[in-house]
């Protein structure tokens, strides 16, 4: 069934509650997708010691320790054994993903730290290491039996990782690399668990034979036995952060550290005894590429952690604006806050984007669980991983960002209070919109790859037709691959829109709130953002004739980040919601198709109400933005009616809510002074 053919509102507001609670299952479904089972073993444990009760206000060590802990007993249930495996099924990728989804959406320093301790420090061994390596170091690390960190960001370097200084200098007659921090900009900063490590896994740039091969990684002890730092290695922790301060975030110095030939990262670059470098990758950009693409999935598992929280944040928030009450009008019951239209803006679009950044976040987990073991095949793949796990740890990141903070400010004075969950979640995500990336300059060098791509298919005059790019062989033709017309752009608006889209199966019998025509206008501006950027990249290289194509083109792209940063907006929140779209389109339920068809909709229309562009390209006109956002607010009102069965939609446990979202009801005892007695460690002073 396609949203062409969705049901009319009297299918939503005639369902029975049996029928509902089937939409609910069809919901938690549609969201959840695979590895449920997992998913609820996870749930089950972290309601156990030691991952629960959590507290917010231990001083930053015993935090540490308490995460460290939790670390271990994860491990000890092997439930990230498949770490372990250099290549996993598809279905052991699945069930990874989901016990990582469920313990960020509990608790942040433990996600944290499994990432850097596994998802970093033992899958680098894996990925960039031989056969002797992995063998040597990668169950040690994975079942904790070490402490391990992966040291590659610098304080003088943090997204320019090509260009780090940190030093590994084979020594010829000793047959071992010597490991330095030549400057104190070299130092290794924010490593996550390195304060305590015994293992790091150290990126630094390559020297033998007076030539530098860029950058590699290096199995580095760190400490003995006795877990005493080695000569040579200084370490400091970073200190009290915003947030995540279960996690020890490490500083560390190197100075003169010998560690043995065999400590090379060897699988894309090995040194002989005498010194001599080889590789099978001759080109050192592909090479360092190579070394790095594996280890994206600590990316999209930021991405993963973006759509737990955005969703544990909502439903919080919602959950409570269903039953706190404000103002009455005359001599009626005080109104839920939710039934205020200002409310409802505030929250419902937030509602929506979790939706869709959930199946965004599906395909993205798709695109990295479909790799191939072969290398040329997987070179391509990683390409397009590269692309859309940058593009949604940008986008995802400042969506989950927005959806934190409105849903505090939603939730007024409650919202502040650490153990409503809302404010600790906040802080503990903070830290996802620079690590790992920063997220404008990873959209902006996204961008510059879907220019080239884009570039290359209109010189061609098609775009190949199993990539991210197919429908932009749509542009070329003036008409889309939904079968609708474009918006007031192109000369095909003439076309009556009702011969394309039977407007009888809407929502409100207009096209304006449609999910299709609002993904027609989303395409229209990411064909504007495209042609705009292209058109200006190639004015401001054309202004540097005195330099090298190469020099040009980047003084090019730095003059116009910030257009990079909206172009890669538009191609990456189009393909948000036709992902969404797709996905609603494979539903046979009518009723749940036709509430998620509802909530693509409200996340499409609001993505178009937030960018002034859209009228000032002349992309829709003014009047047409008008009907739009009086569409927007009469489809917030029909949402608002099924906010409770989409909140339960998302999968959310209960016991991971604050309280708040449980117990608004201010006459109920648990607001009671003796109930606060037994949740609290101060009573108060009964004297002074």
Same mark, same amino acid.
């Given at each position: 069934?396609?949203?062409?053919?969705?049901?009319?509102?009297?299918?939503?507001?005639?369902?029975?509650?049996?029928?509902?609670?089937?939409?609910?299952?069809?919901?938690?479904?549609?969201?959840?997708?695979?590895?449920?089972?997992?998913?609820?073993?996870?749930?089950?444990?972290?309601?156990?010691?030691?991952?629960?009760?959590?507290?917010?206000?231990?001083?930053?060590?015993?935090?540490?320790?308490?995460?460290?802990?939790?670390?271990?007993?994860?491990?000890?249930?092997?439930?990230?054994?498949?770490?372990?495996?250099?290549?996993?099924?598809?279905?052991?990728?699945?069930?990874?993903?989901?016990?990582?989804?469920?313990?960020?959406?509990?608790?942040?320093?433990?996600?944290?730290?499994?990432?850097?301790?596994?998802?970093?420090?033992?899958?680098?061994?894996?990925?960039?290491?031989?056969?002797?390596?992995?063998?040597?170091?990668?169950?040690?690390?994975?079942?904790?039996?070490?402490?391990?960190?992966?040291?590659?960001?610098?304080?003088?370097?943090?997204?320019?990782?090509?260009?780090?200084?940190?030093?590994?200098?084979?020594?010829?007659?000793?047959?071992?690399?010597?490991?330095?921090?030549?400057?104190?900009?070299?130092?290794?900063?924010?490593?996550?668990?390195?304060?305590?490590?015994?293992?790091?896994?150290?990126?630094?740039?390559?020297?033998?034979?007076?030539?530098?091969?860029?950058?590699?990684?290096?199995?580095?002890?760190?400490?003995?036995?006795?877990?005493?730092?080695?000569?040579?290695?200084?370490?400091?922790?970073?200190?009290?952060?915003?947030?995540?301060?279960?996690?020890?975030?490490?500083?560390?110095?190197?100075?003169?550290?010998?560690?043995?030939?065999?400590?090379?990262?060897?699988?894309?670059?090995?040194?002989?005894?005498?010194?001599?470098?080889?590789?099978?990758?001759?080109?050192?950009?592909?090479?360092?590429?190579?070394?790095?693409?594996?280890?994206?999935?600590?990316?999209?598992?930021?991405?993963?952690?973006?759509?737990?929280?955005?969703?544990?944040?909502?439903?919080?928030?919602?959950?409570?604006?269903?039953?706190?009450?404000?103002?009455?009008?005359?001599?009626?019951?005080?109104?839920?806050?939710?039934?205020?239209?200002?409310?409802?803006?505030?929250?419902?679009?937030?509602?929506?984007?979790?939706?869709?950044?959930?199946?965004?976040?599906?395909?993205?987990?798709?695109?990295?669980?479909?790799?191939?073991?072969?290398?040329?095949?997987?070179?391509?793949?990683?390409?397009?991983?590269?692309?859309?796990?940058?593009?949604?740890?940008?986008?995802?990141?400042?969506?989950?960002?927005?959806?934190?903070?409105?849903?505090?400010?939603?939730?007024?004075?409650?919202?502040?209070?650490?153990?409503?969950?809302?404010?600790?979640?906040?802080?503990?995500?903070?830290?996802?919109?620079?690590?790992?990336?920063?997220?404008?300059?990873?959209?902006?060098?996204?961008?510059?790859?879907?220019?080239?791509?884009?570039?290359?298919?209109?010189?061609?005059?098609?775009?190949?037709?199993?990539?991210?790019?197919?429908?932009?062989?749509?542009?070329?033709?003036?008409?889309?691959?939904?079968?609708?017309?474009?918006?007031?752009?192109?000369?095909?608006?003439?076309?009556?829109?009702?011969?394309?889209?039977?407007?009888?199966?809407?929502?409100?019998?207009?096209?304006?709130?449609?999910?299709?025509?609002?993904?027609?206008?989303?395409?229209?501006?990411?064909?504007?953002?495209?042609?705009?950027?292209?058109?200006?990249?190639?004015?401001?290289?054309?202004?540097?004739?005195?330099?090298?194509?190469?020099?040009?083109?980047?003084? &090019?792209?730095?003059?116009? =980040?910030?257009? %990079?940063?909206?172009? /890669?907006?538009?191609?990456?929140? $189009?393909? *948000?919601?036709?992902?969404?779209?797709?996905?609603?389109?494979?539903?046979?339920?009518?009723? &749940?198709?036709?509430?998620? =068809?509802?909530? %693509?909709?409200?996340? /499409?229309?609001?993505?178009?109400? $937030?960018? *002034?562009?859209?009228?000032?390209?002349?992309?829709?006109?003014?009047?047409?933005?008008?009907?739009?956002?009086?569409?927007?607010?009469?489809?917030?009102?029909?949402?608002?009616?099924?906010?409770?069965?989409?909140?339960?939609?998302?999968?959310?446990?209960?016991?991971?809510?604050?309280?708040?979202?449980?117990?608004?009801?201010?006459?109920?005892?648990?607001?009671?002074?003796?109930?606060?007695?037994?949740?609290?460690?101060?009573?108060?002073?009964?004297?002074?």
């Amino acid at each position: 069934m396609s949203l062409k053919e969705q049901a009319a509102p009297s299918t939503l507001r005639s369902a029975g509650s049996s029928e509902m609670a089937a939409v609910v299952q069809d919901l938690q479904e549609f969201t959840e997708r695979h590895s449920r089972a997992e998913r609820r073993e996870v749930f089950r444990l972290l309601q156990q010691p030691p991952f629960s009760p959590l507290h917010a206000d231990l001083h930053m060590h015993v935090q540490q320790a308490n995460v460290w802990t939790r670390t271990c007993r994860v491990a000890s249930l092997g439930m990230l054994d498949l770490l372990k495996c250099q290549w996993p099924t598809r279905q052991q990728n699945e069930h990874l993903w989901a016990r990582l989804e469920s313990l960020m959406m509990r608790d942040m320093s433990l996600a944290t730290l499994i990432g850097a301790q596994m998802g970093l420090c033992a899958c680098a061994i894996i990925t960039m290491g031989s056969e002797e390596q992995r063998d040597e170091f990668v169950n040690d690390i994975v079942d904790c039996k070490y402490r391990g960190c992966f040291a590659m960001t610098e304080l003088g370097h943090g997204s320019n990782v090509r260009d780090i200084e940190t030093t590994a200098t084979y020594d010829v007659t000793r047959k071992e690399f010597v490991i330095n921090t030549p400057s104190n900009s070299a130092q290794k900063f924010w490593i996550g668990g390195g304060v305590d490590a015994h293992i790091a896994v150290v990126m630094a740039q390559l020297h033998t034979r007076g030539e530098c091969h860029g950058v590699h990684g290096f199995i580095v002890m760190m400490r003995d036995s006795d877990g005493h730092l080695h000569d040579g290695v200084r370490v400091a922790d970073v200190g009290h952060k915003i947030g995540l301060n279960g996690v020890p975030n490490a500083r560390i110095w190197f100075n003169n550290v010998r560690v043995p030939a065999n400590s090379l990262l060897n699988r894309y670059g090995s040194v002989d005894e005498d010194g001599s470098y080889s590789s099978f990758v001759a080109d050192s950009n592909l090479r360092f590429s190579l070394c790095l693409a594996e280890l994206l999935r600590g990316r999209i598992a930021i991405i993963c952690a973006a759509v737990s929280i955005s969703k544990l944040s909502v439903a919080t928030a919602i959950r409570y604006g269903l039953t706190r009450r404000q103002f009455r009008v005359g001599s009626q019951e005080e109104t839920l806050l939710m039934d205020y239209p200002m409310h409802q803006r505030r929250l419902l679009p937030y509602l929506a984007m979790a939706y869709a950044l959930q199946c965004a976040c599906h395909r993205v987990q798709q695109f990295w669980n479909n790799r191939s073991e072969e290398i040329t095949a997987r070179m391509q793949q990683m390409k397009e991983i590269h692309v859309v796990s940058s593009g949604y740890k940008a986008i995802g990141g400042w969506f989950a960002r927005d959806a934190i903070q409105a849903s505090r400010e939603a939730c007024g004075g409650q919202g502040y209070a650490s153990w409503n969950q809302i404010g600790p979640l906040r802080a503990d995500f903070d830290a996802s919109l620079t690590y790992e990336g920063d997220n404008c300059v990873l959209l902006a060098q996204t961008t510059r790859q879907i220019i080239k791509m884009y570039r290359k298919g209109l010189k061609k005059g098609k775009f190949p037709s199993d990539g991210l790019m197919f429908h932009w062989n749509g542009l070329l033709g003036g008409a889309n691959a939904l079968g609708l017309p474009y918006p007031s752009m192109w000369k095909e608006t003439s076309a009556g829109v009702a011969t394309n889209v039977d407007v009888s199966a809407m929502f409100n019998a207009t096209l304006l709130c449609h999910p299709v025509y609002i993904l027609s206008c989303l395409q229209a501006r990411e064909k504007f953002y495209l042609e705009l950027l292209s058109q200006r990249l190639t004015a401001e290289q054309g202004k540097s004739s005195h330099l090298s194509n190469t020099e040009a083109e980047d003084l &090019a792209w730095n003059t116009c =980040g910030s257009q %990079a940063v909206e172009c /890669g907006r538009a191609f990456f929140e $189009r393909l *948000a919601l036709q992902w969404f779209i797709e996905d609603i389109n494979k539903l046979k339920n009518k009723t &749940a198709h036709a509430l998620l =068809g509802m909530v %693509a909709g409200l996340f /499409g229309m609001w993505l178009v109400l $937030r960018d *002034a562009r859209f009228c000032g390209a002349s992309i829709i006109s003014a009047e047409t933005q008008d009907k739009m956002r009086r569409e927007f607010e009469t489809l917030l009102g029909e949402v608002r009616v099924h906010a409770r069965c989409l909140v339960d939609g998302l999968c959310v446990p209960e016991n991971f809510l604050g309280p708040i979202a449980l117990v608004a009801d201010s006459n109920d005892k648990f607001w009671s002074y003796e109930q606060t007695l037994k949740n609290s460690t101060y009573a108060g002073r009964a004297k002074l």
